[in-house]
C-alpha cells in the first residue's frame, strides 16, 4: 500500500468520524476552573480490529468511548484503532501502542506514546499544536495539514517518518524541523536516548510498505523502529568500491529494494549467502536456488529454466527479473533503482533469507 492510498484511507477515515461527531451530537467540551470557561477539545475513540485496553478494562469493536485527560489507551493481541482529537488531528494506533492522554486544551494538546507506534493525521485547517511526548524526545506540530509516523521501541530511543507537512523533533536539548520530502516515504529520523537529533536515515518506500500492511495484521516480524535505526545514512553514499552495501533479502517478501541507483557504465557485483525453503521443500536452499526442474512452473515469468527459489534481481519496479545466484557480476544496462527478491511467484509459504553484498562500480 503506497502513502498516498493510506492518505486517502485517512481522509474517508476522518469524513466518516466527523460525520459520526455531528449525527451522535458530539463536539467540544466547556470546562469550569476558577470561574473561567476553558475549552477542552473532545477525544473519541474507535476500535477497528481486536481489544484494545482503556484504563485497564478491555474495550473491543462495538465500544466507542470518550476520552479524556489521563486516559491511558493499549492495543491488545491484533488490535487496530483510532483516536479522533475534535475535528483537528485522528491517531492511528497499532501492535503494541500504549499512550497517555495528557492535556486536551488548545492551543497545545499532548499525547505521551509509552510504546508501540502510532501515526498522525491533521486537517490543514487545524490550530491547535500536537504535542507527542516519548521517553527520550518530544515531537510538535508546526502548521496544519501535516502526516507523520511515531515510534516508541522497548529500547529508550524514538523514530520519526515524516509523510507531510512540518514537525519539530527536540532530544537532548537540540531542536530540528523535518520536513516532507521529495519521496518522504523513504526519509526517516532515529533519535537515541540522551542524544541529539540523528541524520535522516534511508529506507526503501517497498519496506516501509510492507511493514504498515504487516502492522495492520500484528504479523511484522521486528518494530518500525528497528526497520529505521538499521537503515543507512541518507547522506551515506552507496555503491562505494571499498565498501559493499549489505542487503537482507527475505524468502517470503516479493521484491527488497536496495536504495543503489545503477546506471550503463557501471558494473554489479553482488555476493549472496544464507538458505531459504520454499513451500513444496523440506530442505533449504543456497542462493543459487533449488536445481529440481520439475517445480519450475513456479518461477517468476523470464526464469523458467532458472533453479527456483534463487537469488534474481530487477532494476526498476518494471524492469525485467535476471538471475542473481550465490555470486554475481555484470555490466549494468538499464538506469533505475536496484531490486533484489526471490525466483517464486507464491512467496507466502517461504521461510529464511539471503543476506547479498552489493557493490557498484562506474566505468571511469
Not at 80 to 96: A, F, S
Not at 136 to 152: I, K, N, P, R
Not at 278 to 288: A, I, L, R, V, W
Not at 317 to 324: I, K, M, R
Amino acid at each position: 500500500m503506497s502513502w498516498g492510498f493510506r492518505q486517502l484511507q485517512w481522509s474517508v477515515v476522518t469524513v466518516a468520524l466527523v460525520l459520526c461527531v455531528v449525527a451522535c451530537g458530539g463536539g467540544d467540551s466547556t470546562d469550569t476552573t476558577n470561574g473561567d470557561d476553558t475549552t477542552s477539545l473532545s477525544a473519541g475513540f474507535s476500535v477497528y480490529a481486536g481489544t484494545f485496553h482503556l484504563n485497564g478494562e478491555e474495550i473491543g469493536e462495538f465500544d466507542s468511548p470518550n476520552l479524556q485527560a489521563g486516559d491511558e489507551v493499549a492495543s491488545g493481541e491484533g488490535a487496530h484503532g483510532m483516536i479522533r482529537l475534535g475535528n483537528e488531528y485522528t491517531i492511528e494506533m497499532y501492535k503494541d501502542a500504549r499512550l497517555r492522554v495528557v492535556e486536551l486544551r488548545p492551543p497545545e494538546l499532548v499525547i505521551y506514546l509509552e510504546g508501540g507506534h502510532i501515526t498522525i493525521n491533521d486537517s490543514a485547517q487545524t490550530t491547535a499544536r500536537l504535542k507527542i511526548d516519548t521517553s527520550s524526545s518530544d515531537l510538535e506540530t508546526v502548521d496544519g495539514g501535516a502526516a507523520f509516523t511515531v515510534c516508541q521501541p522497548p529500547t529508550l530511543n524514538t523514530c520519526l517518518a515524516v509523510e507531510r507537512g512540518v514537525v519539530e523533533l527536540t532530544s537532548a536539548g537540540a531542536t530540528r524541523a523535518y520536513h516532507e520530502g521529495e519521496d518522504t516515504s523513504t526519509v526517516a529520523v532515529f533519535v537515541e536516548d540522551g542524544m541529539p537529533p540523528a541524520p535522516d536515515r534511508c529506507v526503501p518506500t517497498q519496506a516501509y510498505e510492507e511493514w504498515f500492511e504487516q502492522a495492520r495484521v500484528n504479523d511484522a516480524d521486528e518494530t518500525l523502529g528497528q526497520l529505521v535505526a538499521n537503515a543507512p545514512e541518507c547522506d551515506e553514499t552507496p555503491g562505494d568500491p571499498d565498501s559493499p552495501v549489505a542487503i537482507l533479502v527475505k524468502g517470503d517478501v516479493d521484491w527488497t529494494g536496495t536504495q543503489l541507483e545503477v546506471a550503463p557504465g557501471e558494473t554489479l557485483l553482488i555476493d549472496a549467502t544464507g538458505e531459504v525453503k520454499h513451500g513444496t521443500s523440506s530442505d533449504f536452499y543456497g542462493p543459487d536456488g533449488n536445481p529440481n526442474p520439475d517445480i519450475r512452473r513456479n518461477n517468476l515469468a523470464g526464469l523458467e529454466g532458472e533453479n527456483h527459489s534463487a537469488l534474481v534481481g530487477k532494476i526498476g519496479e518494471d524492469g525485467a527479473p535476471f538471475l542473481v545466484g550465490a555470486h554475481l557480476e555484470i555490466p549494468v544496462e538499464s538506469e533505475g533503482l536496484l531490486y533484489l527478491g526471490i525466483n517464486d511467484i507464491d512467496l507466502t509459504n517461504n521461510t529464511g533469507e539471503y543476506a547479498a553484498a552489493v557493490t557498484v562500480n562506474s566505468g571511469s
